[in-house]
């Protein structure tokens, strides 16, 4: 099992930039694909990039690439997310998920993944 704490939202002007950062814990994490999703009000929660276990792979869903980053640090048990040029569009709830299968390639389809964290609000000002 794998627990996740999301950190490093907040408030930001369009073409700024964050760091989105998701901590987890559990023996696994090594193992567990990590993606990250956001949602907003009235909408269906929208998987946006995802990182294979080993780091090797990589996907994303159309409307970020080229903007969003995601990494991760297996001795930090930590997985990023990098968005840059941010836009009033990009304003959500963003969520950190693990895969409920080890050693999964990279993917954004959401029956893969089974444990989420709470969320950190990211907030785009135009």
């Known amino acids: 099992q794998v627990h996740v704490v999301e950190s490093g939202g907040g408030l930001v002007a369009a073409g700024g930039s964050l760091r989105l950062s998701c901590a987890a814990s559990g023996h696994t994490f090594s193992n567990n694909t990590m993606a990250w999703a956001r949602q907003v009000p009235g909408k269906e929660r929208e998987f946006v990039a995802s990182?294979?276990?080993?780091?090797?792979?990589?996907e994303y869903d159309d409307s970020v690439k080229g903007r969003f980053t995601i990494s991760r640090d297996n001795a930090k048990n930590t997985v990023y997310l990098e968005i840059n040029s941010l836009r009033p569009e990009d304003t959500a709830v963003y969520y950190c998920?693990?895969?409920?299968?080890?050693?999964?390639?990279?993917?954004?389809?959401?029956?893969?993944?089974?444990?989420w964290g709470q969320g950190t609000q990211v907030t785009v000002s135009s």
């Open positions: 998920a693990a895969s409920s299968f080890p050693k999964m390639l990279a993917t954004i389809h959401p029956d893969f993944y089974m444990y």
């Open positions: 990182i294979s276990w080993n780091g090797d792979s990589t």
